[in-house]
């Protein structure tokens, strides 16, 4: 494979070089991995930014239909947009919800859009370091907007956070009591809440809605790094495209006020360092397992813990000193 001929193409914007290095970077074999750092290496330009909007929200709430209405809107405007997504689910089936060929599919035949389905892999952390990895390569290729898309379940919004400039949380119109339901966690991560199908009968409830949660957030914390009146709640429709505009204008917005306030260089130095550290983290982890001695011993101890003949801390500590030995 000629990696020099990739970098080329990919920094010229080609979306099926595109295509093709992202297939070499969610690879697992090895000769591919160093392959994919060397073209990490060659195509890291400085000055090539993209802002990185992720997108949670549960199976439903609209998270197609608003990519596909939001994504025209920026294409529209002549800017360049890549789709990613990060699918818990490919990591327990191999096979992904997002990776559906049927969603959003005016915006797959822009010109102006790149689409991509979550890559699958055995575990999520596995999902989400390639995601990392396919964002700046697309801003690379010269994207103005990386979405990177996932379903609200735990950990994978963490994870989709921890590679966003600004994190969007999706929710549908619903009852006050069903606020609750929200995890408080995913409250403290998202810099604006869309309250999405603010159409039609759904538009009073989505108002309703709107306010509690304006309410809650307002309750709940100030940051530092949000300017006067953010974590924002909003309304929106992906179908009418009510809101959808006046949404791109405070995303600018925020993004602009933490650029001028050195927010956006701290935030992504410490994504920067996160993923360093998730990527040391990992790397160990693999050791562990390519080893068949240490393979075995994970077993044992697993399985003395498992049957109660161990306590976890303990048998973690046997294993970890096993890794010293071995040294
Ligand atoms: P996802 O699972 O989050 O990707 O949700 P989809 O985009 O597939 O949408 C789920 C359903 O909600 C579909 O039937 C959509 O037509 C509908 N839907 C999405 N956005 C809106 C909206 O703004 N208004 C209304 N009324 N329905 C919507």
Same mark, same amino acid.
Request: charged content about 30%; glycine content about 10%.
């Given at each position: ?38 073209? =990490? ?15 949670? =929200? ?19 405007? =002549? ?72 379903? =609200? ?175």
């Amino acid at each position: 494979m000629d990696i020099d001929d990739l970098a080329r193409r990919v920094l010229a914007g080609e979306r099926r070089a595109l295509a093709r290095a992202i297939t070499l970077i969610e690879s697992n074999r090895a000769d591919h991995r160093a392959l994919a750092l060397e073209l =990490g290496a060659k195509t890291a330009v400085a000055g090539r930014e993209a802002l990185r909007l992720g997108l949670s =929200g549960t199976p439903g709430v609209g998270k197609s239909t608003f990519i596909e209405a939001f994504g025209k809107l920026l294409t529209a405007r =002549g800017l360049r947009v890549a789709v990613l997504a990060v699918d818990p689910s490919s990591a327990r089936s191999g096979g992904s919800i997002l990776g559906d060929k049927t969603r959003m599919e005016e915006l797959s035949r822009d010109p102006n859009a790149f689409i991509r389905p979550s890559p699958s892999q055995s575990q999520l952390g596995g999902v989400a370091r390639r995601t990392r990895e396919v964002v700046t390569l697309c801003e690379a290729a010269g994207f103005d907007i990386v979405l990177i898309e996932t379903v =609200g379940v735990g950990q994978s919004e963490t994870m989709v956070a921890e590679m966003s400039d600004i994190f969007l949380l999706l929710l549908a119109p619903a009852g006050g009591d069903e606020l609750q339901g929200v995890k408080r966690g995913i409250m403290e991560i998202a810099d604006m809440i869309l309250i999405n199908k603010a159409d039609g009968e759904l538009k009073a409830v989505a108002n309703r809605t709107r306010s509690d949660y304006a309410g809650a957030l307002h309750l709940m914390r100030k940051r530092p790094e949000d300017p006067e009146g953010f974590p924002k709640a909003m309304t929106v429709s992906a179908v009418s495209g009510d809101g959808l505009e006046g949404s791109w204008d405070e995303m600018r917005a925020l993004a602009d006020w933490r650029r001028a306030h050195g927010h956006w260089e701290r935030r992504r130095a410490s994504q920067a360092r996160h993923w360093f550290e998730e990527e040391v983290r990992l790397g160990l982890l693999a050791r562990l397992s390519e080893s068949p001695e240490m393979r075995h011993c994970m077993k044992d101890l697993g399985d003395s813990v498992a049957s109660g003949r161990m306590a976890p801390f303990a048998a973690a500590r046997e294993m970890l000193a096993k890794l010293d030995a071995a040294r």
